[in-house]
């Protein structure tokens, strides 16, 4: 004889409806994997305005549990210092939205910026894999304070340093867009703690497909980030793992 199964009262219907789906969604995005858009144009020409990544979130909690670390040339998004952006949501509460730079100093490490050149521990980074687009654009940054300092006070948030010792706990990040004002990061902010970071970019995922050709015009101020970047040329596949440039693993070992 086959038993009738009691219907499901009004709570199950609303976990297995609406919780379930919310609670898994969280638990995968918050501890395993997710993704995230690139807003704006600092980490030109390695990735442009509106691609997504791929971020294993997984790696950052082990990370602070203190299993394995970030290495330099990660890419990683992180909450920036409050004093350094913070936005409102229809004025109801602020916020600080995520950033995504490229690691440049681990703690300890000793960094200094000259025409344009970072020293991480007085061995001088190849720019290749940023100072070649730049010089093409004809916006390569030699003579700004922040291409000349560690720390510059341009944004009144940092005092001017010339050359900085990065804190236990912290992270020395800088964007790859390397014109005069392409990119705010620990230059004017300072360096970012490991508690703000939120994972390492292992990925571009989204679109699928781009155009090979990204020309920067760096003659022109905008709010508009689409505005700065004219792109053509013939449609490449846009799936590509985000790999540390050469000169931190020639440097600083894989």
Not at 69 to 79: A, E, Q, T
Request: net charge positive.
């Amino acid at each position: 004889m086959t038993k009738l199964k009691n219907p499901p009262n009004a709570f199950q219907r609303l976990w297995k409806e609406l919780l379930e789906p919310i609670v898994f969604a969280v638990v995968i995005t918050q501890f395993i994997a997710t993704l995230v858009g690139v807003d704006g144009v600092s980490m030109m020409p390695n990735l442009r305005h509106h691609e997504r990544v791929f971020v294993p979130k997984y790696e950052t909690w082990l990370h602070k549990a203190g299993v394995g670390s970030f290495k330099r040339g990660d890419i990683l998004i992180f909450k920036p210092p409050a004093a350094a952006e913070t936005r409102t949501f229809f004025n109801l509460w602020s916020y600080r939205p995520f950033l995504i730079k490229r690691l440049i100093g681990l703690p300890g490490d000793k960094i200094r910026v000259e025409k344009g050149v970072v020293f991480v521990n007085n061995v001088a980074l190849s720019n290749d894999y940023t100072a070649s687009y730049w010089q093409q654009q004809g916006c390569w940054d030699t003579d700004s304070p922040i291409a000349n300092q560690a720390q510059s006070s341009l944004k009144g948030i940092v005092p001017d340093q010339a050359e900085l010792t990065v804190p236990a706990g912290q992270y020395f990040v800088m964007g790859d867009n390397r014109t005069e004002n392409g990119s705010e990061d620990s230059r004017l902010f300072g360096t970012v703690p490991l508690r703000d970071i939120a994972g390492r970019a292992a990925a571009v995922v989204w679109p699928i497909m781009r155009q090979e050709n990204a020309k920067y015009n760096c003659a022109i101020q905008s709010a508009n980030p689409a505005d700065y970047v004219t792109t053509s040329g013939k449609s490449v596949l846009n799936w590509r793992v985000l790999t540390r440039p050469e000169t931190f693993q020639q440097n600083f070992g894989k």
